[in-house]
């Protein structure tokens, strides 16, 4: 499987937007289903955004719909998570996950990054 890396955490106000990225050790990031997901302190992981290795379906966890945009640049090996209208408790460290040819509906990912830190203040 691929190594993920994450990138683009950091502090921000409440209301504001932040985006993070995820990139791969392959050239071929194309054909990898992606997914963030998040854990705060004391809490289980908890899913926020795929993106089907199509590029073409994504699907989202309840609390971030509407305020949360995944996407992907193949040519670039990347896949973004645009955050909007942040809240305090989207406090989390926020983990890219990616399985080759991985079914959107699917919450197990065989690689995972290392994490990038979002914190919201109030």
């Known amino acids: 499987q691929v190594q993920v890396t994450e990138s683009g955490g950091g502090l921000v106000q409440t209301g504001g937007s932040q985006r993070v990225s995820c990139t791969a050790s392959?050239?071929?990031?194309?054909?990898?289903?992606v997914a963030w997901f998040r854990q705060a302190p004391g809490t289980e992981r908890e899913f926020v955004a795929a993106i089907s290795w199509k590029g073409g379906a994504t699907r989202y966890g309840d609390s971030v719909k509407g305020r949360f945009t995944i996407s992907r640049d193949n040519p670039k090996n990347l896949v973004y998570l645009q955050m909007n209208s942040l809240k305090v408790e989207d406090t989390a460290i926020y983990y890219c996950?990616?399985?080759?040819?991985?079914?959107?509906?699917?919450?197990?990912?065989?690689?995972w990054g290392q994490g990038t830190q979002v914190t919201v203040s109030s």
């Open positions: 392959t050239i071929n990031f194309g054909i990898y289903t």
């Open positions: 996950a990616a399985t080759r040819y991985g079914s959107l509906n699917s919450l197990t990912y065989l690689s």
